[in-house]
């Protein structure tokens, strides 16, 4: 099947889809997005991502249609007919001449694409992972999902090339999130993770993990993880909806506990995957 691109309402060939040179997201980052993981053929947490895109697109004024952009979103995910992918959704304030303040003139210009996607490698799963602090040196609407970027493009740089996985950002002392996951720590049993602010994005990923670390009684904080506490930690994970939940098995080149994936993500990423399973009605293949 030939990769389609959903442009402003309109499907058309990859080759096909053109926005103009003066688009507000080329030129200000003037956008907000989404990626929806897609199961078995059926997009796992649908809802609740079209609601952060909602809320994201509430919080720089975009006017959007959600229920039609929910509508073509399935269509387009029938359409392109993979069974293990992901959905990009862009939204910018459209194309109009460069000046700051938004334009009278211009309309929102939305952009799906569906992709092939991979659950995280079994090496991964098995070996777990390893991360770098950074200095959060972002502004303070993290909570908005923006495809302004360049701050989480330039720590995942540093992550890769210092042979990273991830980079976890740290504000005034305190951890926030991955460059492009949230991140989560373990201390004599009890899960901690930082609270929802603007500070960091409230990931779908890690809504689904609190619910279902409450369902498995497995004690939970959100609250403010001190960056000098993240040497004694038992365990540490990241989760995005691409990650899945990842074990974290090395941070800042010390070890993390023994130096493999716990206990406490174990069980948490047998119940993610169960809870996969129950909406998509995927196989449970992967649990290592
Ligand atoms: N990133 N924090 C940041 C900064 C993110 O970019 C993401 C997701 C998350 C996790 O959110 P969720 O669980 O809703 O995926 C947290 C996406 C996957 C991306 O940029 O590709």
Same mark, same amino acid.
């Given at each position: 099947m030939e990769q389609l691109v959903y442009l402003n309402g309109e499907v058309l060939p990859y080759d096909q889809a053109r926005v103009p040179v003066e688009d507000r997201g080329f030129q200000f980052g003037d956008g907000i997005y989404e990626v929806?993981?897609?199961?078995?053929?059926?997009?796992?947490?649908?809802?609740?991502?079209?609601?952060?895109?909602?809320? *994201?697109? +509430?919080?720089?004024?975009?006017? #959007?249609?959600? !229920?039609?952009?929910?509508?073509?979103? $399935?269509?387009? %995910? =029938?359409?392109?007919?993979?069974?293990?992918?992901?959905?990009?959704?862009?939204?910018?304030?459209?194309?109009?001449?460069?000046?700051?303040?938004?334009?009278?003139?211009?309309?929102?210009?939305?952009?799906?694409?569906?992709?092939?996607?991979?659950?995280?490698?079994?090496?991964?799963?098995?070996?777990?992972?390893?991360?770098?602090?950074?200095?959060?040196?972002?502004?303070?609407?993290?909570?908005?999902?923006?495809?302004?970027?360049?701050?989480n493009v330039l720590a995942k740089q540093q992550a890769v090339e210092a042979g990273c996985y991830e980079a976890i950002y740290l504000r005034d002392g305190y951890m926030t999130e991955?460059?492009?996951?949230? *991140?989560? +720590?373990?201390?004599?049993?009890? #899960?901690?993770? !930082?609270?929802?602010?603007?500070?960091? $994005?409230?990931? %779908? =990923?890690?809504?689904?993990?609190?619910?279902?670390?409450?369902?498995?009684?497995?004690p939970v904080r959100e609250e403010p993880v001190a960056a000098h506490q993240l040497p004694h930690a038992d365990e540490f994970m990241i989760s995005s909806t691409t990650s899945e939940l990842l074990p974290v098995v090395e941070l800042d080149g010390r070890p993390v506990g023994n130096g493999r994936p716990g206990p406490l993500w174990q069980r948490l990423f047998t119940r993610f995957q169960q809870r996969i399973t129950a909406e998509c009605g995927r196989g449970l293949a992967r649990i290592p």
């Open positions: 929806i993981r897609i199961y078995a053929g059926r997009p796992f947490t649908f809802e609740e991502h079209f609601e952060r895109l909602r809320r *994201s697109a +509430a919080e720089i004024r975009l006017p #959007l249609d959600i !229920a039609r952009l929910k509508a073509d979103a $399935l269509a387009l %995910i =029938t359409q392109q007919g993979l069974a293990e992918a992901t959905l990009y959704l862009q939204a910018t304030r459209g194309a109009a001449l460069r000046a700051h303040a938004f334009p009278t003139t211009s309309q929102p210009t939305v952009v799906m694409l569906v992709r092939p996607a991979q659950p995280p490698d079994e090496a991964l799963l098995r070996t777990g992972v390893r991360c770098l602090t950074v200095p959060d040196d972002r502004w303070a609407r993290c909570h908005i999902k923006s495809t302004n970027l360049l701050s991955g460059a492009s996951t949230n *991140s989560w +720590a373990v201390f004599d049993g009890v #899960l901690w993770t !930082a609270p929802k602010s603007n500070y960091l $994005l409230g990931g %779908i =990923t890690r809504e689904v993990l609190l619910q279902l670390a409450r369902e498995d009684s497995i």
